[in-house]
C-alpha cells in the first residue's frame, strides 16, 4: 500500500511539473514544431525516470521480459491508482452546482415511500445515463450496482442470499474468485463518432478473472469457471481453452481492494466471434433484484435493444472497501445501448423514452435505495440546442473521462418525479437539424487493420492516434494473436511521427502451435498530436483439415487489441475554465482531475486462411497422386533404365529348347 | 509400363510414333482448335447456376424509389465537376456526410512512365472520396465496396448520383451486416489503384499516395458502376481483371439473376443472349463472344475499375449501362432496385464467395464453359511439343548409328557441347531483357535524336529491338567458332520445346486464353521448324506467327468481334497504342504480360528462329 500511495505521488510530481513546463511554453507562444519535439523528448525521459525511481519491492515476477534492461515497474500501480482514482471520481464526484433551484441529492434520497432496507448491509442501485451524441445517436447506459455485505475472503461459508444473485455467489465461493469482468457486445464502438463511453468493451465475448492466491491449480479453475459461465450466460464461453487465454503482466489489473498482482492468478480470453442476442440478455436481467418487473430493467425490451447501432452488456464483480475495516462484495451490472434514431425518422431528431425502449418508467424499484436518471445536458446549458421535457429542477456536474459534465436528474424515488400520469416519459426535441456527421477528435484512439494481400503473409498494423495537443502519454498496448498467425517478432517496428519510437517495456510470449496464443504487451511513450504505428508481420499457417471451422472461406478473427492508458484530461487542458471555478481552487492542476484511466479497444481482424477446397478433397488429391505417382515412375524408368537389345531372332531348335525349359522351370539357354 | 520397358515393343511403340509423328500433330493441332470451336456450342456448355446457399433461396425485396432524385443529385454533381474542373471533392465530402456516412479522402500522385496518348495523362494529382456505412451491430470486420469513376467530360455523372442516392436510402434501412463503402475514384483505374493499394498497405507499383483514415475490415466484393445517360437500353457486365483473373461465377450469376428478376436486358462483351443455338448464326454469335472473352482475358488489363479488386482476392465485377437505339428503356429507380438487390444478396453472405467457378469462359450470360471442358483444347496443342520433343530425344538416342558413316569417328557424338546450346540461350534471353527495359529508358534519348513523341519513342523502340532480334542468328554464329552440327541444333530444339511446354503450360494455367492463343500460333512454328526446310518460306511463316504478329491480328480480330473493322492504317495505329497500353498496365497495375512476352516467350521464339538458321 505503502508502495502505491509512493508511486502516486511521484506520478503527481511528475505530471505537476509537466504540466507547469507546458504553461510556461504556453504563456510564451511557443508553438513551433521543433520546440514540441524537444518537449516530448523531455517528456519522456521525466516519465522513464520517474518509471524507475519507484521502489519494485512489490512487483511480480514479469515472466519472459524481452530486451529491456529494466522492466518499469511503477506502470501497474500507475494504473491501479488511476483505477481508483476514476472510481472514485465516477462515484463520489457528483458536485451539487450551487444555485437556488438545486436540491440536495442526497436528502431526496431519504424521502422515500419504499419499504424499509434489509437488515443487513445489502444495497442496490440503479441509474440510466441518457447522452445525446454529436453524431445524432442517442446513447443510454444502465447501470445497477449491488452491493453485499460479507465477507468470504476468510473463507466462512455463506447460504444466505438478500440482494446478491445466488448463481453468482456460489460461482464466487466455489472457484475462489477475487474479481470477475465479463462483457458480451455487439457491434463496436465507433470513438470517432461517439466519444468515449462509460465502460469500454470489445466485440465480442471478454472475461478476465483474478482468482484469489489460495487457489492451487489456476486452469482447472478457470476451465470450470469458463464452463459454469458459459452455462449461467447461455454464451459459447465454453470455448475459451488454453489457444486464446492469456495472462497479461501489466494491462489487466486488480479493480477491486487487495494487492496481488501476481499475473499467475489473473486469467484473460476474449471472443471476438460470440454473437450477443436476447438468450445472453435474458440471463443476464435475472440476475437483478427486481428482475425486469420493476425499476429501470423495464425499459429493457430486448427488441429495441437489440435494433440499435451498438449494444454491450457487462458484468463486473470485485470486493469493496464497506466501511473503514470490512469488505464487501460489489457487483455492478452495466448495459450500454446506442440508438440510431436519426436513420429511423428521415433527419427528425427526437428521442424519448418511449420512442427508445417503448416503455415508459412508472417506478423505482422498491429494493433500490437509489433509482435515478440522468440525461446529460453539458452542451446545452442555455436550452439552444434542445428542448427536455419534462424540465427537472436537479442538476448534476460530474467529471467524466477528463470531462466536466453537467446532467439533468431524475430521480425515481421521488414520487413527484412522475407527475400527474404517473409516469415518466423524458422527451428530448432538438432545435435545429444538424446536418451530417462530424467527426471528433477523442484524445485517445486506435485502429488496426491487417495488410497485404495474398494467402501466405501479411502484416498487422496497429495505428494509436493521440490528439492531445502539447501532451505526451504512455500507454500499454496489449495484442493477443491466435497461434496460426506466426508473428515474426523481429519484424516488429514502432514508430511515431517518421520516426523510430522504442517501447520501453516489451513483455513477449510466444505462441506454441494448438497451445497458446502470441502475446505481446508494450509500453510505447505517445508523442503530442501524432500517430503511432506498430507493425508486426505474419505467417498464415495452414491448418490440419479437420481444425478448419465449418465455415472456412469466411475468414479466422483475431481478437482486439487493447489500448490502457492515462489520459490528459480535458478539463485540466481547459484554462479558461475559471468562470465555473473559484479562482483559488484553480491555480495548481488538481490531481484528480489532471488524467485519467482509459481502455480503448481496437477492431477485431478477420483474416483468411489458406483454405483448401472441401467439396472434393479425397478424389482430388487422390487422382492428382496417382497420375503423378504413374507418370513420373514411367518417366524415370523410361529415362534411366539402360536397355539391351536381344540377339536377333534365334533359330528354330533353340526356341523350341526355351520352350521346354520354360515348361520344365529350368534357366532359359 | 511394362509396354515401354519391353525393348521390342518399345521400339515398335518409338518407332511408330517417330513415324507417325506429324500426322499426329497436325491430328492434335486440328483436334486442339475444333476442340475450342466447339466450346460455344450450346449442348457442350453447362448452364449456370446459383452455388452460393447464402444467395440463392433468401428472398430479398428491392424497393429503391428515388432514381429520379438521384439522376438530380447526378445533375448536380455534374455542375460542381464542371465548375470545379475536375473531382468536387468539397461538395463530395459534404453531401456524403448529409447522407449519415463517415466520410475520408485520400489523395495520390503518379508520374507514368512516359505519356498516355490514349487518356493524356503523364503526371496524374488526384483525390479519392469514399464515406462508409457503417453496419448497426457489426464489428468492421467485413464490408462491401460500391465505386463509381469520376470522368472526365459528362461521363459517369448519373452513375455518381446514383452511388448517392444509394447511399442514402441504405442509410436508413436496418439489415445491414456488413459495412459498405461507397467510393468515388477520380482519374479511374489509377485513383482506384491508390485506393486499394492505400486500403491494403502495400505498394507493388511505386504510386505515391495518403494513407486512408478510415477502413471497414475484409473487403468481401465490389460493384463498380458506370453509367453515363438518365435511361439505358442494357446493362453489361464486364469480369476480366487483371492478368485474366476472373471474379467467382457466382457474382456473374448474382447479376443475371437479378436482370432476369426486375426486367433488364443484359449483356456480356456487349451481346445479347440468343436463343437460336442450333442455326449458324447462333453458333456464330456465341463463338464471337466468347472469342472476345478470350481476347479480353488474354490482354491480362483490367477492363474495367473492378478488375484491380481481384489481386486482393476481392471478388468484383463492373456493371455498365449502355443507351443504344432500342425501344425498351429502363430508368434509374430499376437500376437502383437492381444493385440494392444484389447488395441485398451480398450482405447475406456468410463466407467469401467460393462456392462456384474461378475459371471459366462465357458465350453467354446463362452459358458457362468450365476449367474442365475448355483444358483440353490446349492440353491437345501442348501434347504437340511433347510429341515432337519424345521424337527428337529419340532420334538423339539413335544418332550413333548414324554417325558409323564416319563423319566424326573421333569426336563423342552424343555431346555437341554445352556452349553451343548454351550460347543461342542466353543471347535470346538477353535480347529479351533489352525489350523489357531499353524502350522506357531510352525514351529521352529517342526523343532527342528522332522527331518523334514520348510514346511513340518507348512503342517504336521495343519494335527496333523486336526486329533487332531477328539478326540474332549471325551474332550467336559470331561467338560460336566451328561449324553447328547436327546434333546441335537437335538439342537446342529439344530444349526450346520442353522450354515452350513448361512456359505455355504455366500460361494456361493462369490466364487460359492468353495460353491458349499463343500456342494456337507458336506451337506449328515449334513444331516443324528445321534447319532443312526452306529458308525464305519457312522465316517468312515465324515472322508472321512470331508473337509481336499476333498480337497484330488479335487487334484486328478484336476489332472484327466489336463489329468495329478498321482500316490497316488505323489498325496499325491500334496496334502501336495497344503496345505502349501494355506497358503502361505493367507500370501503373502490374499487368504481367509485357514482363511474359519480353522475357520469355519472346526469347522463346528466338531460339526457334535460331534453329531455322543453323548452320
Same mark, same amino acid.
Given at each position: ?669 | ?140 470486420? %467485413? ?207 456468410? %463466407? ?264
Amino acid at each position: 500500500m505503502l508502495a502505491v500511495l509512493l508511486c502516486v505521488l511521484v506520478y503527481v510530481f511528475v505530471t505537476a511539473d509537466l504540466q507547469e513546463t507546458n504553461q510556461v511554453k504556453d504563456a510564451e507562444g511557443q508553438t513551433h514544431a521543433a520546440e514540441e519535439e524537444r518537449q516530448w523528448e523531455a517528456t519522456e525521459v521525466e516519465t522513464n525516470l520517474s518509471l524507475t525511481d519507484t521502489p519494485s519491492d512489490n512487483e511480480a515476477d514479469h515472466g519472459q521480459t524481452y530486451d529491456l534492461p529494466q522492466p518499469p515497474p511503477a506502470k501497474d500501480q500507475i494504473q491501479e491508482a488511476a483505477e481508483e482514482k476514476r472510481r472514485d471520481s465516477l462515484e463520489t464526484n457528483l458536485v451539487d452546482v450551487p444555485s437556488d433551484k438545486v436540491d440536495h441529492v442526497s436528502d431526496t434520497k431519504k424521502t422515500l415511500d419504499v419499504p424499509p432496507p434489509p437488515p443487513a448491509k445489502d444495497q442496490f442501485q440503479e441509474e440510466l445515463v441518457i447522452r445525446p451524441l454529436h453524431s445524432g445517436d442517442t446513447y443510454a447506459s444502465f447501470q445497477f450496482r449491488t452491493l453485499w455485505d460479507t465477507d468470504f475472503l476468510r473463507g466462512s461459508k455463506v447460504s444466505h442470499y438478500q440482494l446478491f444473485p445466488k448463481s453468482l455467489g456460489q460461482v464466487i465461493s466455489k472457484f475462489s474468485v477475487r474479481e470477475l469482468h465479463i462483457s458480451f457486445t455487439q457491434g463496436y464502438w465507433r470513438t470517432m463518432q461517439w466519444g468515449q463511453p462509460f465502460l469500454p468493451s470489445p466485440p465480442g465475448a471478454e472475461l478476465w478473472v483474478w482468482f484469489q492466491d489460495t487457489v492451487t491449480d489456476v486452469d482447472v479453475a478457470w476451465k470450470e469457471l469458463t464452463n459454469v459461465l458459459s452455462g449461467i450466460f447461455c454464451a459459447s464461453l465454453n470455448f475459451i481453452d488454453s489457444t486464446n487465454t492469456v495472462q497479461p503482466s501489466a494491462s489487466f489489473k486488480p479493480l477491486g481492494v487487495g494487492n496481488v498482482t501476481n499475473q499467475r492468478f489473473l486469467r484473460y480470453a476474449v471472443l471476438p466471434r460470440e454473437i450477443v442476442c436476447t438468450e445472453n440478455l435474458t440471463p443476464w436481467k435475472k440476475l437483478l433484484p427486481c428482475g425486469s418487473k420493476t425499476g429501470l430493467a423495464v425499459l429493457m425490451n430486448s427488441e429495441k435493444l437489440f435494433h440499435s447501432s451498438f449494444h454491450s452488456q457487462a458484468l463486473h464483480i470485485r470486493p469493496v472497501c464497506q466501511d473503514f475495516k470490512s469488505t464487501a462484495w460489489e457487483l455492478r451490472q452495466t448495459l450500454n445501448v446506442v440508438f440510431d434514431l436519426h436513420s429511423s425518422d428521415q433527419g427528425k431528431r427526437e428521442w424519448s423514452l418511449f420512442k427508445m425502449f417503448s416503455r415508459t418508467l412508472t417506478e423505482a424499484c422498491p429494493l433500490a435505495s437509489s433509482s435515478k436518471v440522468y440525461v446529460d445536458v453539458t452542451d446545452n446549458p442555455q436550452g439552444e440546442l434542445f428542448e427536455l421535457s419534462p424540465a427537472t429542477p436537479l442538476l448534476s456536474q460530474a467529471v467524466v473521462l477528463g470531462d466536466r459534465r453537467t446532467y439533468s436528474v431524475y430521480d425515481l424515488t421521488n414520487q413527484a418525479t412522475f407527475g400527474q400520469t404517473r409516469s415518466l416519459n423524458m422527451l428530448l426535441r432538438w432545435r435545429a437539424a444538424e446536418s451530417g456527421v462530424n467527426m471528433l477528435r477523442p484524445l485517445l484512439h486506435g485502429e488496426r487493420y491487417v495488410a497485404g494481400y495474398g494467402l501466405q503473409t501479411g502484416e498487422i498494423h496497429t495505428l494509436v492516434y493521440n490528439h492531445h495537443p502539447y501532451r505526451a502519454f504512455p500507454v500499454l498496448l496489449l495484442d493477443t494473436v491466435p497461434w496460426y498467425l506466426r508473428l515474426y517478432i523481429h519484424t516488429l517496428i514502432v514508430t511515431s511521427k517518421g520516426r523510430d519510437n522504442k517501447p520501453s517495456y516489451i513483455h513477449y510470449q510466444p505462441s506454441k502451435d494448438r497451445l497458446q496464443p502470441h502475446l505481446l504487451e508494450m509500453l510505447v511513450q505517445l508523442p503530442p498530436n501524432s500517430v503511432t504505428e506498430v507493425t508486426v508481420q505474419f505467417e498464415r499457417a495452414l491448418l490440419k483439415w479437420m481444425e478448419y471451422t465449418p465455415d472456412p472461406n469466411h475468414g479466422f478473427y483475431v481478437g482486439s487489441s487493447v489500448i490502457s492508458a492515462l489520459v490528459p484530461s480535458v478539463v485540466a487542458m481547459d484554462t479558461n475554465s475559471t468562470q465555473e471555478r473559484p479562482l483559488f481552487s484553480s491555480f495548481f492542476p488538481c490531481k484528480e482531475e489532471s488524467s485519467y484511466f482509459m481502455r480503448v479497444y481496437t477492431e477485431p481482424l478477420l483474416v483468411n486462411l489458406p483454405t483448401p477446397d472441401f467439396s472434393m478433397p479425397y478424389n482430388v488429391i487422390c487422382l492428382t497422386c496417382t497420375v503423378v505417382a504413374v507418370g513420373y515412375g514411367s518417366l524415370y524408368n523410361l529415362l534411366t533404365r539402360t536397355f539391351q537389345v536381344e540377339e536377333p531372332s534365334p533359330g528354330l531348335a533353340k526356341r523350341l529348347a526355351n520352350i521346354i525349359c520354360r515348361l520344365r522351370g529350368v534357366p532359359l539357354l | 509400363m511394362g509396354l515401354l520397358s519391353d525393348p521390342n515393343r518399345r521400339r515398335a511403340l518409338t518407332k511408330l510414333l517417330t513415324r507417325l509423328n506429324a500426322p499426329i500433330c497436325v491430328m492434335c493441332y486440328l483436334a486442339g482448335v475444333a476442340w475450342f470451336m466447339g466450346l460455344a456450342f450450346e449442348p457442350f456448355t453447362l448452364r449456370t447456376y446459383m452455388s452460393e446457399n447464402a444467395m440463392g433461396s433468401t428472398m430479398v425485396e428491392e424497393r429503391f424509389p428515388a432514381g429520379e432524385r438521384a439522376l438530380a443529385t447526378g445533375r448536380e454533381f455534374a455542375a460542381h465537376k464542371k465548375k470545379v474542373g475536375g473531382m468536387p471533392v468539397d461538395w463530395l465530402v459534404k453531401t456524403m456526410q448529409s447522407r449519415g456516412l463517415e466520410v475520408f479522402t485520400q489523395s495520390f500522385t503518379r508520374k507514368l512512365p512516359f505519356p498516355d496518348e490514349n487518356k493524356e495523362r503523364y503526371m496524374v494529382r488526384g483525390t479519392n472520396v469514399y464515406g462508409i456505412l457503417r453496419a448497426p451491430r457489426a464489428p468492421r470486420t %467485413e464490408a462491401l465496396v460500391l465505386s463509381a469513376p469520376c470522368s472526365e467530360g459528362n461521363n459517369n455523372n448519373q452513375a455518381v448520383g446514383l452511388l448517392l442516392g444509394l447511399a442514402q436510402y441504405f442509410r436508413s434501412q436496418i439489415h445491414w451486416a456488413k459495412d459498405i463503402i461507397f467510393l468515388v475514384n477520380e482519374h479511374d483505374l489509377i485513383g482506384m489503384q491508390a485506393w486499394l493499394e492505400g486500403y491494403h498497405h502495400t505498394n507493388t507499383t511505386g504510386g505515391d499516395w495518403s494513407p486512408l483514415q478510415g477502413r471497414g475490415g475484409s473487403i468481401q466484393a465490389a460493384l463498380s458502376l458506370e453509367l453515363s445517360s438518365d435511361v439505358i437500353t442494357s446493362l453489361d457486365l464486364v469480369l476480366e481483371g487483371l492478368n485474366g483473373q476472373l471474379p467467382n461465377l457466382d457474382l456473374a450469376n448474382l447479376f443475371y439473376a437479378f436482370c432476369q428478376k426486375i426486367g433488364v436486358l443484359c449483356t456480356i462483351q456487349g451481346k445479347l443472349q440468343r436463343n437460336d443455338w442450333d442455326t449458324t448464326s447462333g453458333y456464330s454469335h456465341a463463338a464471337q463472344t466468347m472469342m472476345l472473352m478470350v481476347l479480353k482475358q488474354a490482354s491480362g488489363r483490367p477492363w474495367g475499375d473492378h478488375g484491380l479488386f481481384l489481386r486482393y482476392h476481392i471478388e468484383a465485377a463492373s456493371i455498365r449501362g449502355i443507351n443504344s437505339f432500342r425501344q425498351y428503356k429502363t430508368d434509374t429507380t430499376t437500376i437502383g432496385r437492381l444493385l440494392e438487390g444484389m447488395y441485398r444478396k451480398l450482405n447475406n453472405l456468410l %463466407e467469401r464467395l467460393h462456392q462456384s467457378y474461378f475459371f471459366y469462359l462465357m458465350p453467354s450470360l446463362s452459358r458457362f464453359v468450365s476449367i474442365g471442358y475448355y483444358m483440353p483444347a490446349f492440353g491437345l496443342l501442348a501434347v504437340i511439343l511433347l510429341l515432337r520433343a519424345l521424337d527428337l530425344w529419340v532420334q538423339l538416342g539413335a544418332s550413333p548409328p548414324g554417325t558409323e558413316d564416319g563423319v566424326a569417328g573421333g569426336v563423342q557424338p552424343s555431346s555437341p557441347g554445352v556452349l553451343s546450346i548454351l550460347t543461342p540461350v542466353v543471347i535470346s534471353h538477353m535480347t529479351g531483357v533489352a525489350l523489357y527495359t531499353l524502350p522506357i529508358l531510352s525514351q529521352e534519348m529517342a526523343v532527342q535524336h528522332f522527331p518523334v513523341s514520348e510514346t511513340e519513342a518507348v512503342v517504336l523502340t521495343a519494335i527496333a529491338i523486336y526486329t533487332a532480334g531477328l539478326a540474332l542468328p549471325h551474332n550467336t554464329h559470331r561467338l560460336l567458332q566451328g561449324e553447328g552440327t547436327e546434333e546441335g541444333w537437335r538439342v537446342l530444339k529439344l530444349v526450346a520445346l520442353l522450354y515452350l511446354a513448361v512456359l505455355l503450360g504455366c500460361t494456361a494455367l493462369i490466364n487460359f486464353s492468353l495460353g491458349f492463343i499463343l500456342a494456337l500460333s507458336l506451337v506449328p512454328i515449334a513444331a516443324f521448324i528445321t534447319p532443312h526446310t526452306p529458308k525464305a518460306l519457312s522465316a517468312a511463316i515465324m515472322v508472321l506467327l512470331s508473337p509481336g504478329c499476333t498480337l497484330l491480328y488479335c487487334v484486328f480480330l478484336f476489332q472484327e468481334l466489336q463489329e468495329t473493322p478498321v482500316s490497316l492504317q488505323d489498325g496499325w495505329m491500334l496496334f502501336l497504342s495497344v503496345i505502349s497500353q501494355g506497358i503502361l498496365d505493367h507500370a501503373l497495375y502490374g499487368s504481367l504480360v509485357y514482363p511474359l512476352l519480353a522475357l520469355l516467350i519472346y526469347p522463346c521464339w528466338l531460339l526457334l528462329w535460331n534453329i531455322l538458321f543453323w548452320k
